[in-house]
């Protein structure tokens, strides 16, 4: 298991940029995938980025490629989430999670952190 905290979220005008971050604790970070999913009001939990142990794949949601960008720093245990042009219906809670395999499947994370809210106003 890995503990993981989220920070970044907050109010942003249509067409602008925000950066997630997500904190993972323990040694052993650069053994998991890591991706990030969002969740608005009254709608499901969805996938919008994942990336691999090393960083050499990412895999994104259509809706967001070309926009947000993801990576990580095993060094530090970060993971960002780069989201630029944004528009308002990626108005949601933003989760990190932790899997052990490069996956889009959320059942397949076994760690999540508490969200952070991302707002896009019009």
């Known amino acids: 298991q890995v503990q993981l905290v989220e920070s970044g979220g907050g109010l942003v005008q249509a067409g602008g940029s925000l950066r997630l971050s997500c904190a993972a604790s323990?040694?052993?970070?650069?053994?998991?995938?890591m991706g990030w999913f969002r969740q608005a009001p009254g709608k499901e939990r969805e996938f919008v980025a994942a990336?691999?142990?090393?960083?050499?794949?990412?895999n994104y949601e259509d809706s967001v490629k070309g926009r947000f960008t993801i990576s990580r720093d095993n060094a530090q245990n970060m993971v960002y989430l780069l989201m630029n042009s944004l528009k308002p219906e990626d108005t949601a809670v933003y989760y990190c999670?932790?899997?052990?395999?490069?996956?889009?499947?959320?059942?397949?994370?076994?760690?999540w952190g508490q969200g952070t809210q991302v707002t896009v106003s019009s």
């Open positions: 323990g040694r052993t970070f650069s053994s998991y995938a």
């Open positions: 999670a932790a899997s052990l395999i490069i996956t889009r499947a959320a059942n397949d994370f076994h760690s």
């Open positions: 990336i691999s142990r090393t960083g050499g794949i990412r």
